[in-house]
């Protein structure tokens, strides 16, 4: 298919994350008096910058969350992480084939510089990733699903939208993506296809993205 840049979400498709971050974070709003299940912060605020929790809790309750509650979020995600985070299963693979094939990659996060940095120490993937392939919604003004992230990346990469694609498995980056103009793999490991529309096309298993970009694994 000819792509000049694939570009990865993290948290889901990079770092099996999701699962740990939507549990602290529902057992923290629920703590704070925001009851929230498990259920209902995937479908809230999976693939979104933490501003996005802020923004619904207060257009909710009318109620603001605690002034060190990012810190305090953080500090609980980053222990868990450092206890459990694995990589999401065959993703290694998938980078070395485009390492093999000259196919430029980078990542594209809601998550803060950070969190990434973090994230991949624990799950094994740092050797993967320059400093200068990683972009987060820190670096742009509006977070997905706006597709200014998406575009920073590849303006950053040298690389025009169209000959861009994004691997994704949020209906929010779905969105971001679409936006910007770029062709979108779901990853259907956390929510399946129907969640997940306006994809270019869906996945299950990484060891089928290969075949998805016309890349020989």
């Known amino acids: 298919m000819g792509y000049d840049l694939v570009i990865f979400d993290n948290d889901g498709v990079l770092v099996d994350s999701e699962p740990l971050a939507n549990s602290i974070l ?3 709003l629920t703590e704070l008096g925001h009851p929230t299940s ?3 912060s995937l479908s809230d ?24 509650f990012d810190e305090n979020l953080y500090a609980r995600t980053f222990a868990a992480f450092e206890r459990e985070l694995k990589p999401v299963p065959g ?41 200068e392939w990683i972009f987060s919604a820190d670096d742009v003004g509006k977070g997905k699903p706006a597709p200014d992230l998406f575009l ?6 040298g690389v025009e939208p169209a000959r861009c694609v994004v691997i994704e498995d949020s209906p929010l980056g779905v969105r971001a993506a679409a936006a910007a103009g770029m062709d979108v793999y779901a990853f259907t490991g956390m929510l399946p296809a129907d969640r997940l529309p306006g994809a270019t096309g869906y996945f299950g298993d990484m060891g089928q993205l290969l075949g998805l970009l016309g890349i020989q694994g």
């Open 26 to 28: 529902a057992g923290y």
């Open 38 to 40: 498990y259920e209902e």
């Open 45 to 68: 605020y999976m693939g979104a910058a933490v501003h996005r929790v802020h923004d619904l809790v207060l257009e909710r309750t009318g109620q603001p969350l605690p002034g060190d």
């Open 91 to 131: 993703v290694e693979g998938v980078l070395g084939a485009l390492i093999e094939s000259g196919v430029s990659y980078c990542l594209a996060s809601s998550g803060s510089h950070e969190r990434i940095r973090v994230g991949h120490r624990a799950a094994g993937l740092d050797e993967w990733f320059e400093e």
């Open 152 to 157: 920073h990346a590849a303006r950053s990469m």
